[in-house]
């Protein structure tokens, strides 16, 4: 009474959280754990052979053999019971004639001692103790599971023809080494191809995998490796668990260190139970590794933890071949007479395992329910019979058997052979034949082959299952797999999956070696590691990503910029040194105001042309300094506006022309007042040079030679228009490519020896006594403008885009308007403000004519 108290209390809790959890549709079960077996429940396994009768069978029992089982292997008789009474009852099968089972004695109990006693190693013969060993010479058909090796052992020197129900086992599958032996469970064709595809649907691309150390395990791995390199999931770690338990011991340690220290969150099991790697399952559990379990449904397995809790990080996940709805099975389980059968095993059927447990559709009927008697809540709430797996394949092997046995009819009515009694088979080549090439559909719309070709079509049912206290588990159905529809919809994934963890912002747990690289990163891997761990590293300038975990970024056009998370690229705004802009504006306006001033003093000088101070220094030469000046003032006009062709060709060349004309009569005023006042004494031949104007050939001189390099410039180099997407952040500025920046500087450094020139003369004649004598304006004017272009070309070149042309542009004014004020305002001034001082130096206008 004590232990069905603490059932009911667990029970009952169980229930209320169900509720507050708000099942719905999934399919689900609860399931209990056999307390006498803390090692699990498929320690056994069960055996039956089948055979044929004439007549009805309702009273072919006189005694009831009772005898108590485990209760995992109910579910075989009552399988048996089931199915053979269906086909009894069905007139299109066995007609005229009954199906009945016999249980191998003992088999259903206990498997291993049974099979101890039956086989001796020494003589390699079998002892058949406690066994129906067939002395009547009869080929009824045997149904052996759940275990392969059990079914080997049975298999040894035997020639009755056998059906295993067990998962399909490759080691069973040698039909020139086991010709009688045959296997109705399907296989595992894509089974790998499923667990990838669930693995990428979570993105976890970290994993651990544990298999047994046999072929099966072996040739599983090969397919799932292979599968998971071409998705780019790794592992990190790899367990091939020994067969044997002294060999296993030896590694037990290293097994239980790489699951308790590895970051990998979801391990994969293939392999059978009763074996090693059960053990090391349940050690792992017993240590408190919270995984993520992915396995196949024999791994149905229930734990003693004591946890309470729907967490998705730990919980096992299995993969089961989809089958019908045996919708029949659960009325018959209702309805079924024990009277009628060999065995008595009615009590059993309070330990069934499976219950209907969709809760919130009979909420109701709950409240009015008092759970005084645990044992009441099985007898009035519905069973779910959802079989097992090895349950469902024994229901299609008692048919497959039923259909052999009515072909095997068949043949005898055909041959017309009346010896023997009918429904007796001798000849277990024939009936094994027979029982080999068996395809046919069973009522629930599923068709069975015996042949097991390989099935180019596979459909999985996804199942997640819960310890729970007390021995309670709890499968839910999350989903399924069909491997024939198209890779975007094999996967199907229940739209309640929130349900399924408990909550509804499901927290599904991580499992990758690296953090994955955001949009705006690329992957960068990181040396002697699998692919998955890698490291994440922003995109380069004007390239972008768009996804996660991209191996290289992507460059936008050149019309287009990345935005700052580098995640898109987007339209760049065009732009240039435009009138509109406040630097355009102010720069086009200082342009226009120096060129109306530079008029202005122009038109000065035309007006007191017979002013000495003009007379003095040559007005010619200033007038066309003047005008020289006029022209470098407006040509900066030209690098502001949207820039075409014709103003990126002018550009350069009315600069260069113009400043070269203005440098060159620089230097001819320059070599004027030193041809008149540094020659003390000079010669006739020196003052008739002077007198024919030979210093004026200078500027000709000097601008055709700039002429001919702007020419060589414009055939060989033209200037073009440009973009540059560098200098400005989501800008393509529209600039004058010079063509040959080698060129441009061969111009400025032209200029720059004119000037170099002017200054050097200048600075000679500098101390000339003398009122007029401008060389000093003209030394101070020379060096300003070499300052000016000096300091021009480090800012030029450390600089991009519009400011450029603003830094080229200032430097034309800045020169220019130098060239204007330490030449001309002295001028100007003594014209303007002190015409006296211009008056009393009349007197050397005569040594100047």
């Excluded at 108590?68 to 099968?93: H, L, Q, S």
């Amino acid at each position: 009474m004590k232990k069905l108290s603490i059932f009911a209390i667990s029970f009952l809790l169980l229930m209320l959280s169900f509720i507050l959890c708000c099942l719905t549709e999934p399919k689900c079960f609860w399931r209990v754990k056999n307390s006498e077996d803390n090692h699990g429940d498929m320690r056994t396994d069960c055996g039956f052979f089948l055979r044929t009768i004439e007549g009805p069978i309702d009273n072919i029992y006189d005694d009831i053999f009772e005898f108590r089982m485990p209760e995992r292997r109910y579910e075989f008789f009552m399988v048996m019971f089931f199915a053979t009474d269906e086909i009894n009852k069905n007139p299109y099968i066995l007609p005229n004639m009954s199906l009945l089972f016999v249980n191998i004695v003992d088999l259903c109990q206990d498997t291993l001692g049974v099979l101890d006693q039956l086989y001796s190693p020494e003589n390699n013969r079998w002892y058949f103790v406690n066994y129906v060993c067939r002395e009547d010479g009869l080929c009824d058909v045997d149904l052996t599971g759940i275990s392969w090796k059990t079914t080997l052992k049975l298999t040894i020197q035997s020639r009755i023809p056998k059906v295993f129900f067990g998962p399909f086992n490759t080691n069973l599958n040698d039909h020139d080494q086991f010709p009688y032996l045959h296997q109705i469970g399907p296989k595992e064709t894509h089974l790998s191809h499923g667990m990838v595809s669930l693995l990428l649907n979570f993105r976890w691309t970290w994993i651990g995998l544990v298999t047994s150390d046999n072929d099966q395990g072996i040739q599983f791995l090969s397919e799932l490796r292979e599968e998971m390199q071409r998705h780019e999931i790794c592992l990190a770690f790899l367990n091939v668990i020994p067969e044997t338990m002294e060999t296993y011991m030896t590694k037990a340690m290293i097994y239980d260190k790489q699951i308790m220290t590895y970051s990998a969150n979801v391990v994969i099991i293939y392999g059978e139970m009763n074996s090693t790697l059960e053990v090391s399952f349940r050690r792992w559990e017993y240590l408190g590794s919270r995984r993520v379990w992915i396995t196949t449904s024999q791994w149905d397995v229930i734990t003693n933890k004591k946890e309470f809790s729907l967490d998705f990080s730990h919980g096992t996940i299995t993969f089961a071949h989809h089958r019908g709805e045996l919708a029949k099975f659960r009325n018959f389980m209702q309805t079924m007479n024990y009277n009628k059968y060999l065995v008595n095993i009615s009590e059993s059927m309070l330990g069934w395992k499976y219950f209907n447990c969709s809760v919130s559709k009979n909420i109701n009927k709950m409240d009015n329910f008092a759970f005084n008697n645990t044992l009441e809540w099985p007898a009035l709430h519905k069973y779910d019979m959802a079989l097992s797996e090895e349950g469902y394949n024994l229901y299609n092997a008692v048919y497959a058997v039923a259909h052999t046995y009515h072909e095997l009819l068949l043949q005898q009515v055909e041959s017309q052979k009346t010896t023997g009694v009918k429904g007796e088979f001798t000849d277990c080549q024939q009936v094994s034949s027979v029982l080999k090439t068996r395809v046919f559909t069973n009522p629930v719309g599923e068709l069975v082959s015996m042949n097991h070709r390989e099935n180019q079509c596979a459909e999985y049912d996804i199942f997640i299952i819960w310890n729970f206290p007390q021995g309670l588990g709890l499968k839910v159905k999350i989903g399924s797999y069909f491997s024939c529809f198209p890779r975007s919809q094999q996967l199907h994934l229940s739209e309640d999956l929130e349900w399924a963890t408990g909550g509804t912002s499901p927290q599904v747990p991580s499992s990758m070696c690296s953090v994955p690289c955001t949009a705006g990163f690329r992957k960068i891997h990181q040396e002697e590691t699998a692919d998955c761990c890698f490291d994440c590293v922003q995109c380069p300038e004007n390239e972008v990503s768009n996804e996660t975990d991209m191996e290289q970024c992507v460059r936008c056009p050149d019309d287009q910029y990345a935005n700052l998370e580098q995640t898109q690229c987007l339209q760049r705004a065009v732009t240039f040194l435009a009138y509109e802009d406040p630097l355009g504006f102010a720069l086009g306006s200082i342009a226009l105001s120096f060129s109306g001033i530079t008029i202005l003093v122009l038109v000065t000088f035309v007006k007191h042309k017979d002013a000495p101070i003009v007379k003095a220094n040559n007005r010619i030469l200033s007038y066309i300094l003047l005008i020289s000046l006029v022209f470098c003032f407006l040509c900066s006009l030209l690098f502001i506006g949207h820039p075409n062709q014709a103003t990126c060709i002018l550009q350069q060349t009315i600069f260069g022309v113009f400043f070269t004309v203005a440098i060159s009569t620089v230097l001819s005023k320059t070599i004027t007042v030193v041809m008149a006042f540094k020659l003390t004494t000079p010669e006739r031949r020196m003052r008739g040079m002077l007198t024919l104007g030979a210093p004026n050939f200078v500027i000709p001189l000097c601008t055709l030679i700039q002429l001919v390099l702007c020419g060589i410039w414009l055939v060989k180099f033209p200037p073009f228009i440009d973009r540059d997407i560098q200098s400005e952040h989501g800008k393509t500025v529209i600039i004058c490519n010079k063509g040959s920046v080698i060129v441009f500087h061969v111009v400025l450094g032209y200029l720059g020896f004119l000037a170099l020139g002017s200054f050097s003369v200048a600075f000679l004649a500098r101390n000339l006594p003398d009122r007029f004598n401008e060389a000093k304006f003209l030394t101070f004017s020379m060096l300003v403008f070499c300052s000016v272009w000096i300091t021009f070309l480090p800012v030029y070149h450390s600089t991009r885009g519009k400011i450029m042309e603003v830094v080229e542009v200032f430097s034309i004014l800045a020169s220019s308007a130098g060239l204007l004020g330490c030449i001309f305002v002295p001028k100007c001034y003594i014209i303007l403000v002190s015409p006296d001082s211009n008056l009393v130096q009349k007197y050397k206008d005569k040594l100047l004519h």
